[in-house]
């Protein structure tokens, strides 16, 4: 039976993570983290709610050793972990801070366990069940998605291989995503883990957070990020310590954005595509192309239903929701979600081209179309929603004119302070319905 190594590494005294100053060897994450699963309960599910990524990874990799997987919800709401407590039932959180009313035991994760050293490094069936990840709820309920760990690792090394990690051995991997999210779980934990990297247990979201923890962190560096957390790095204007690699994912970047950002920060961006369903699947340099590269092994394929991926590390085929153009098997042009797609007045557009014109006119610092439910016979009308201080909605209409077809012109276009967007840079279904009602009601 084939299996993978828990640490990727040549040696156990090579600093693999970065916990507030400490600088933790492999041999003391695996003895720690072997501590910590000689603790753990036994029962058949942890959700591992950690907000410290360091400590987050001790307990993935406890859990790993006990054979049990990880849940790792969109949200932390407690709605949602009512509901996957009735879905899993024996379930247990692992936290590192106190948790008011969770509606299943859990246990406390600390900032360092005492241990010994490990002496070698385990390994784990390819086979193993190691996570359930959930999509982010942004068209309903979140829906699982188990991944074995067999498949988390063969993705991350071919993900690092695409992303020329080989020339950054020994880099530090900081991260304004959320490790509980595919994304960060696989740029900032695994991708680190598998590629002789370091994890940074910090989470820095504001610019001043995260200029400080790449100030904090000796070169080279890697800065994993989304656009929506670009473009405030860029609005910031202070000047920001150089990284060795940008990595983008979560929302569509526009090349304007992206050559910006690399500016910014004096080195190449790289954009990864990727689902829930499947994990990371292609890549590319924003600014150079508009054509996605799929990784190594990975192939496409189209027929009635849509875009299937395929082959290297995935398991079996997965129908993809998005609308793809594909060039050969291994190369494609991302058009847009499935559920992206409106037709008004027999003309058809995307919400994700709706948003880059939107997010492109000067002095809008986010924005979102949103296409509401039709309610009854009532034609349905685009909205649009954006945060632009100093800026009035008839001039970016007006704006919005200069780019777009009248059909899909916004009624109304609303002005807020803020979109309520998760930590990974989604907004989720039930925010889409509050922001509706909002404007409805006004």
Known sequence: MRAYPLVRTERLDAVV???????VSAAELL??????????????FVINLCRDRYRFTLGLLAALMRGQ???????????SLSQLAADYPGLYGLVDQTQIDMPFPVEMVSAQIAAAPARSVPEIAAAQSAVILFTSGSTGRPKPNEK????????SRAAGRRLGIDKLRGATVIGSVPHQHAFGLESTV?????????????????????????????????????????????????????????????APLQRTLAAEAEAKFQTPLMEIYGCSETGQLAARRTVDTDEWRCLDGIALRQDEQGTWAGGGPLVGETLLNDVIELIAPDRFHLLGRTADLVNIAGKRSSLAYLN???????????????????????????????VAPGLTAEFLVAELRRRIDPAFIPRPLCLVD??????????????????VAMADAS
């Open 17 to 23: 993570a970065s916990s507030h100053g400490r600088c």
């Open 69 to 79: 997987p990880s849940l790792l919800p969109p949200n932390e709401t407690p709605l």
């Open 356 to 386: 880059v014109q939107l997010n492109s006119i000067p002095g809008v610092r986010d924005g979102v179309f949103i296409m509401p439910e039709a309610a009854g016979t009532t034609p349905t009308r685009l909205m649009a929603f954006a």
């Open 31 to 44: 003895g720690e983290a072997a501590a910590l699963a000689a603790s753990l309960p036994d029962r058949p």
């Open 190 to 250: 695994l991708l680190p883990l598998q590629h002789g990297l370091i994890v940074e247990a910090g989470r820095p979201f504001y610019p001043a957070d995260i200029a400080a923890a790449l100030a904090a962190s000796p070169r080279p560096r890697i800065l994993v990020t989304t656009p929506i957390h670009l473009r405030a790095l860029i609005l910031d204007q202070s000047a920001l310590p150089t990284v060795d690699l940008l990595i983008c994912a979560t």
């Open 418 to 435: 803020a979109l309520p967007r998760s930590p990974s840079g989604k907004l989720p279904r039930e925010q889409v319905e509050r922001l």
């Open 148 to 155: 074995q760990w067999g498949h988390l690792v063969e993705l």
